[in-house]
DNA sequence: GCGACAG
DNA sequence: ATCTTGTCGC
């Protein structure tokens, strides 16, 4: 029983996949589109057996206290190498495979990488919130694209990220005195609404509870 | 042609 | 992503 819709096959060359990014990303919804968080999930993929096998994590928190409702692992041969800007298909499957197992899907999701901050806006936030249909956003901790002025030192602070005459995310500084991350809407979800999210989940650490968590169970730590 | 380049 | 110990700083 398949929870999600296939909206094109995985098994694609470079070109298919860049093809499919720009026909999906007509479809994306970039304000505002769900009701009440009551849980919101991390996403996050590891590899096993020198790459061979991905090994995607969900792990579902509450909104209010940010304790584990429930989690699952999904496991696929890895479908390709990575390619700058292909990362969805690389790891998407894993993840829909993860999402299958869940009992009740999270009211957002929280993925590893970018939103729209992407060449195409088809970042893997916004390629899994069009998959699933969820609201979606996306967490990196690093730069694919975009340029930015000074990011404000103080938590909570962020700057636009620009690409042309677009903002495409934030660079938040979710915690004070480390390295910035780069918030993008994925799907369904507006830039500031993608920022506050994610510092709802945020805690102590730079890297919010969702990707924490996730990370942890991908990379079987 | 020369860099840049999520995870 | 992954390979990996100690080490600097609050």
Same mark, same amino acid.
């Given at each position: 029983m398949s929870r999600f819709p296939g909206l094109h096959r995985w098994d694609v060359s470079p070109a298919e996949a860049r093809?499919?990014?720009?026909r999906l990303r007509q479809r994306l919804i970039l304000e505002d589109d769900f009701g009440p968080v009551a849980t919101v999930a991390g996403?996050?993929?590891?590899?096993e057996d020198d790459g061979t096998l991905a090994r995607a994590a969900v792990v579902v928190l509450d909104h209010?206290?940010?304790a584990v409702v429930e989690q699952a692992? *999904?496991?696929c041969p890895t479908p390709m190498p990575y390619i700058p800007g292909l990362l969805s298909f690389r790891e998407i499957p894993a993840v829909l495979a993860a999402l299958e197992d869940l009992e009740r899907l999270p009211d957002v999701l929280l993925c590893d990488?970018?939103?729209i901050a992407h060449p195409r806006r088809m970042g893997i936030a916004s390629h899994l919130g069009l998959i699933t249909g969820l609201p979606s956003i996306g967490v990196g901790k690093s730069r694919l694209i975009g340029t930015h002025g000074p990011v404000p030192a103080e938590r909570? *602070?962020?700057t636009p990220l620009v690409d042309g005459d677009e903002v495409i995310g934030a660079v938040l500084r979710s915690r004070e005195g480390v390295k910035p991350i780069y918030v993008s809407p994925g799907h369904r979800v507006g830039l500031e609404s993608a920022v506050r999210l994610v510092m709802d989940c945020v805690t102590r650490y730079k890297l919010p509870e969702?990707?924490?968590a996730a990370d942890r169970l991908a990379s079987a730590r």
């Open positions: 093809a499919i990014q720009q996403v996050d993929v590891g590899f209010a206290d940010l692992v *999904g496991r990488g970018q939103g909570g *602070g962020w969702t990707t924490r």
